[in-house]
């Protein structure tokens, strides 16, 4: 009998390693179908296959390697993209088979067009008018707005055309008209300009309270900043803006009120909360303090930073440098600083929620030299003290937040303290208890040799003074007879506001200006007499100077 090779029965020893040959050799035929079935040869088993690019309206085929990716085959057929061609399939994909590639040629082009912007209607009522009379103050204009266009074509075809900026060339004027109302007020003298906004619009009495006229007539401003210069030649104010796109919550302005019909002028400054103000001594310079706009309550983050602008005779921004970089501001910093002026251009005070510092300038730092139990107000804005410098600029009036037994917290006392603070020696000098936290005291120009008064508001329920209304007070420097000006006849108070002092000296106490239920009052310290000087219920800032 023929036996069979003895390899053909394998032992038990290597019967392991013929299983494992085996198993790889069905492995790799498992391999090789699998290439074969993902990368298909073509039918006379060449390498190569045609791809047709479309573009330009023609067919261009041509031939590439099995691998080659788009790209290589728009090169090969001497295709050049421009950057804004769009490509399909893109040209990364690995070519595996014969396909169609589609170029759409892409180009922009952008237009400009120019459109109206209609004039608005005013109604403005004055009680210098008979009752019922109107009179044309200003013809409305129209403005004009360029808006530019970023058109797309695909293959020379159109296919978007999107706005992607709008600039205001010039500004619309509205037209207003103004309507007398029932009770004239007999016009009185008064010193210097005074400047009040009403309706959103800036208006200046000068000589007397009837030689009245418009200075700025957009109707947009929105009270943040309303300032006279030092020497009564410039108007500093902020307006609303209207691009809400832009997510700015305001601009900085002026405007001259030497001129009969000025002409505002952008101080390129946004966003300006808390501060903006003259730098005395400076000719035309202007200092200000800015916020990041925030879609939470308040509305803005703090930069509590420090800005100066410089502009010429003509309106123009020549500088502008900063004098404090942007800083966290102490507690609740993101609510903002206040600044504040000494009458001579020497110091500039501030004022947190925390602390009451002097700011040097020269280092671009905030020194602090007096610190504040800040109030925890619970809600979404904080408590600063108002600062009033003395005509001497030793002493700074202000607000201090004082303890109260019974409360687990200082920082939830409901008690202010009104007093004087010497910045160099650091000596505080108690004024008077329980003002109110808006007490915001003003001391007087020098009158009658240098005699100085200083007025400040006190809450009429001092308990809750962030709700309560008001009463004027007026005192000597040093806190001694002190005397209720207004109101007198138990009337309702006044709202929390800076009172204005009537500018330049005198040899009785100046004239005080003040807001009243939406009108302008003065009152006269010296017989306590009052009256107001506007009947419309619409002001709501004011300056005199």
């Known amino acids: 009998m023929i036996q069979p090779p003895r390899s053909f029965f394998p032992s038990k020893g290597n019967a392991a390693g013929l299983a494992g040959r085996v198993g790889t050799f069905f492995l790799l035929c498992f391999l090789l179908a699998l290439i074969g079935c993902t990368v298909k040869p073509q039918e006379n088993g060449s390498d190569f296959i045609t791809a047709t690019i479309l573009v330009d309206n023609q067919r261009l085929p041509v031939e590439v390697r099995i691998g080659e990716t788009v790209q290589t085959a728009l090169d090969k057929a001497g295709v050049k993209l421009e950057p804004l061609d769009q490509v399909s399939p893109p040209t990364f994909t690995i070519l595996t088979q014969s396909l169609e590639i589609t170029v759409t040629r892409v180009r922009e082009e952008f237009e400009v067009e120019e459109t109206v912007i209609p004039f608005l209607r005013q109604t403005v009522r004055n009680e210098s008018l008979p009752e019922g009379e109107t009179l044309m103050i200003q013809p409305g204009v129209n403005g004009v707005q360029q808006i530019t266009y970023r058109l797309l074509y695909e293959n020379n075809v159109l296919s978007s055309r999107k706005a992607i900026k709008t600039e205001t060339i010039v500004e619309a004027k509205p037209e207003i008209i103004m309507i007398g109302v029932q009770t004239p007020y007999m016009p009185v003298p008064i010193k ?32 943040r900043v309303f300032s006279i210069s030092p020497d009564g030649e410039w108007l500093l104010f902020t307006r609303g803006i209207q691009d809400k796109e832009s997510g700015d919550i305001n601009s900085l302005w002026i405007v001259s009120l030497k001129e009969n019909s000025p002409e505002p002028k952008s101080l390129k400054a946004r966003n300006i909360i808390h501060f903006a103000d003259w730098s005395p001594g400076e000719k035309r310079t202007v200092v200000y303090s800015t916020v990041e706009p925030r879609d939470t309550a ?231 007499k009052s009256q107001p000087v506007t009947g419309d219920g619409t002001i709501s800032r004011m300056d005199w100077k």
């Open 298 to 528: 308040p509305g803005w983050q703090a930069n509590n930073d420090l800005q100066k602008v410089v502009f010429g005779v003509d309106g123009l921004v020549l500088q502008i440098k900063t004098l404090v970089e942007a800083n966290e501001g102490g507690r609740y910093g993101a609510w903002g600083t206040h600044f504040a002026w000494s009458p001579d251009g020497k110091r500039l005070a501030y004022a947190t929620a925390d602390q009451i510092g002097l700011v040097d300038l020269t280092a671009g730092k905030l020194e602090p030299v007096l610190q504040v139990v800040p109030l925890q107000t619970g809600k979404d804005w904080s408590w600063v003290p108002g600062l009033g410098w003395s005509p001497d600029h030793r002493v700074l009036y202000t607000v201090i937040h004082s303890s109260s037994t019974g409360q687990p917290s200082d920082e939830i006392s409901p008690y202010f303290d009104l007093v004087g603070f010497l910045p160099a020696e650091k000596i505080i000098i108690p004024l008077e208890r329980n003002v109110g936290m808006f007490a915001y005291p003003v001391p007087s120009p020098y009158y009658d040799g240098e005699r100085c008064q200083v007025a400040f508001l006190k809450a009429l329920i001092p308990e809750q003074s962030d709700s309560s209304r008001y009463e004027l007070v007026i005192m000597d420097r040093d806190g001694s007879n002190r005397k209720t000006l207004f109101p007198l006849d138990g009337s309702s108070g006044v709202e929390p506001q800076r009172i204005a002092w009537e500018p330049g000296y005198s040899e009785r106490i100046p004239a005080i200006a003040l807001i009243y239920q939406g009108n302008l009052w003065l009152i006269y310290p010296e017989n306590g």
């Open 192 to 223: 210097g300009k005074l400047a009040y906004l009403t309706a959103g619009n800036a208006w200046v009495m000068e000589n007397n309270t009837g030689n009245r006229r418009p200075l700025v007539t957009t109707g947009d401003l929105d009270g």
